[in-house]
């Protein structure tokens, strides 16, 4: 299916005011819609977690690239004008296929978040936290030494940064022991510089950065994408030329308990209203 | 479809050293299989951990059902004389429906444990952590009251328990730090008796025990339904009567990272041989 040659719009002036599609496989890529939404305040966002599927880091390849499909096709629905994958795991496999199915603009978070790392660092020494199955597949070490293969990486998977995330524990003392045990190895190591592989970990950001030290700086990768988003659109001249501030719509797969809570801790702001959407019926009935 | 219709055995010799079957949604039932290795020794037991699918807390009731119904058609082509359902999700939910469709004993978590709970306490003033979803559907409240209405049942969620099991900081001080904070209400509240109504925390009951006080007895769910199991069978007569230790194979439908690792600590022994295997095909081909 291609995008252009189902959906074109008739006058650019309507796809500029077209939304931004973003989706996770569940809530953390909040955290990417508020850093978005900050970049470019007057463009309209439409939010689509997977809840009921996530997460996506434990299952295999082909899974992880049907559901991104999925997702992608249930948000151009939406008539998004571009979309961000806002989940590391989705953005390391799943983008090259997306980009060939679909016509629009796609960005994901290891690109953007590898090239500011490159562009922030001194030494090029440089961390990269996340999931165990980000850190499994070192996409952000594939990515960074692709862009410089002199670039020293090492890599920590952080699997208690989640749930504490979700729990909002962020200046808990036992957040502070956890974080240390975590990041030591990378402190000793001398990185200049850590990439928050995970769309849950700049939550965390106080902590981590106490924890690594004031001299890294650390990398959110939900800040690089919306740079980048902002760069393709203003190229394609498809940014808004509203002088509103955007909505933003949220979609989910399901509602789990205590959702509200965490959404709008990761989102920074209180959530009117999210709408449950049952994606394969939806999908199967276009 | 019945299963003494489709394989009706023929000796009842052949049937007692048939193995008992355990599924879980995932890892956290190896600690139950612990359990019934050491209640029944001799008995023979196949594992199958739906590690692909995991975690079933958050999906509907729907979905558990049919996943567990898949879990235990799977079981059942390995010939198992008895089911254990070693997921509180799915123990709450499925087993009315796994005994309308399954001529074999079905054992769960819920009441084995509430009825245990009962029989130890002297108060009736019984606690139950668990995870949110298990917690949030106040299964083993429902559970307890149904067997005595005038016990008084807390409930408290304790969402970092499972990561903190499979990072295996058993007696890390974050996780003392996490358990004061999630425990205290229910100390402060004068429990005597509390159920881990997850099977992820026996991995944690040092560290349980400390925090809630050495007065308060803990009910391990997975003690509890082998203890059933064992006098089910006895009353079936179909105890093996083998006097070899029993055999244990593992199958699960993903292999995550550091799968092995978290197993054996779960189970408490080595693991040789964790078979993988796609359960949609292998059902639809039967």
Redesign the interface.
């Known amino acids: 299916m291609n995008h252009t040659d189902k959906q074109k719009p008739i006058h650019q002036g309507e796809v500029k005011r077209s939304p931004i599609g973003v989706f996770d496989s569940g809530i953390g890529g909040l955290t990417v819609v508020k850093r978005l939404a900050s970049t470019l305040p007057n463009e309209n966002i439409i939010y689509f977690g997977d809840?009921?599927r996530?997460p996506y880091?434990?299952?295999?390849n082909s899974t992880v690239i049907e559901y991104s499909i999925q997702n992608t096709k249930f948000l151009l629905l939406k008539n998004i004008k571009a979309l961000v994958v806002a989940c590391n795991t989705a953005s390391s496999i799943a983008i090259p296929d997306l980009k060939k199915i679909f016509d629009i603009p796609i960005i994901g978070m290891i690109e953007p978040g590898s090239k500011m790392a490159l562009k922030k660092s001194q030494t090029n020494k440089i961390g990269v936290i996340g999931t165990?199955?980000t850190v499994?597949n070192l996409a952000y070490s594939k990515e960074i030494k692709k862009l410089n293969d002199s670039a020293k990486v090492i890599e920590k998977p952080c699997?208690?940064f989640?749930?504490?995330a979700?729990?909002g524990w962020i200046k808990?003392?036992?957040t502070y022991?956890?974080a240390e045990?975590y990041l030591k190895e990378l402190r000793d190591a001398g990185i200049d510089t850590l990439v928050l592989g995970c769309t849950h970990y700049p939550i965390l950001s106080e902590v981590i950065q106490k924890v690594i030290g004031r001299k890294v700086t650390l990398i959110d990768s939900g800040v690089a994408s919306s740079e980048v988003i902002k760069s393709e659109l203003e190229k394609l001249d498809l940014l808004s030329d509203s002088k509103q501030t955007g909505i933003q719509e949220y979609y989910v797969s399901?509602i789990?308990?205590?959702f509200k809570e965490v959404a709008e801790l990761f989102l920074g702001k209180e959530i009117d209203h999210v709408h449950k959407v049952d994606l394969e019926v939806l999908i199967s009935e276009r």
């Open positions: 809840t009921a996530v880091g434990s299952k295999s165990r199955a499994g699997p208690l989640v749930p504490l979700e729990e808990h003392q036992a022991e956890i045990e399901d789990p308990a205590k």
